[in-house]
């Protein structure tokens, strides 16, 4: 059972689009929600997390948008450039072990 | 600095063959963990362990088995491979030092196959 769903599968974003990609959890123990990145042949690397404290935080072009009242959070990449084409994974936690959705394959056109 | 390395990157073994991956890290990270990640499903918890001969079974332990003698190395043991354990195998390693700040720094993965 996934404990944190995760969507759309994979997007398809014009050089310069907005990228969104949204996940919905359950548990409400959950304090802490990383997103990862991670490009073909390579392992994820953390790319910016949020606490449930804040409703907002802003890395770059990278946004976490953090819902508590819903349970849900999004990634937002602006200004996608074709770089950022990789598979983002959301995860939650409640200790040391990070649940993680499903992936959305991220392809940014030139 | 090499990070959180795993060898082999690839392998393919027949089914009831048994095989280790090997995972180290040189950060001092007491925590550990061993991932799969099967297409369309993401990353499934196979064990962690959070420190030198500790350790506990996460999502999807089945089939597998993992120690922890030394800080560095967490290697994961493969009895009797069977074709659903084809995936790619993810180690990654952290400093424990909060909920808060829980990085978890992954190797660049095993891709194993089954046949």
């Known amino acids: 059972q996934q404990q944190v769903k995760q969507s759309p599968q994979s997007l398809i974003v014009q050089k310069g689009g907005i990228s969104i990609i949204n996940c919905a959890y359950e548990?409400?123990?959950?304090?802490?929600f990383p997103w990862y990145q991670q490009f073909p042949g390579k392992g994820p690397a953390l790319l910016i997390a949020i606490r449930p404290d804040v409703s907002e935080k802003k890395e770059g072009r990278f946004t976490i948008s953090f819902n508590k009242s819903a349970k849900q959070f999004s990634l937002h990449i602006m200004d996608s450039q074709p770089g950022d084409s990789a598979t983002y994974f959301c995860a939650a936690s409640d200790d040391y072990k990070l649940s993680f959705g499903a992936g959305t394959t991220v392809t940014v056109r030139a | 600095n090499a990070g959180v390395t795993q060898t082999p990157k690839f392998r393919i073994l027949k089914i009831g063959q048994s095989m280790t991956l090997q995972c180290t890290q040189d950060?001092?990270?007491?925590?550990m963990y061993w991932y799969r990640q099967d297409p369309g499903m993401g990353l499934k918890l196979i064990y962690y362990?959070?420190?030198?001969?500790?350790?506990d079974k996460g999502e999807v332990p089945n089939g597998y088995n993992v120690s922890r003698s030394t800080t560095e190395d967490f290697p994961l043991r493969l009895e009797l491979a069977a074709p659903s354990q084809t995936s790619v195998y993810f180690c990654a390693s952290s400093n424990g030092v909060s909920r808060a700040k829980n990085i978890q720094y992954f190797g660049a993965g095993t891709r194993l196959s089954v046949l």
């Open positions: 548990n409400t123990a959950f304090d802490y």
């Open positions: 950060m001092n990270h007491n925590y």
């Open positions: 362990s959070v420190g030198a001969g500790i350790t």
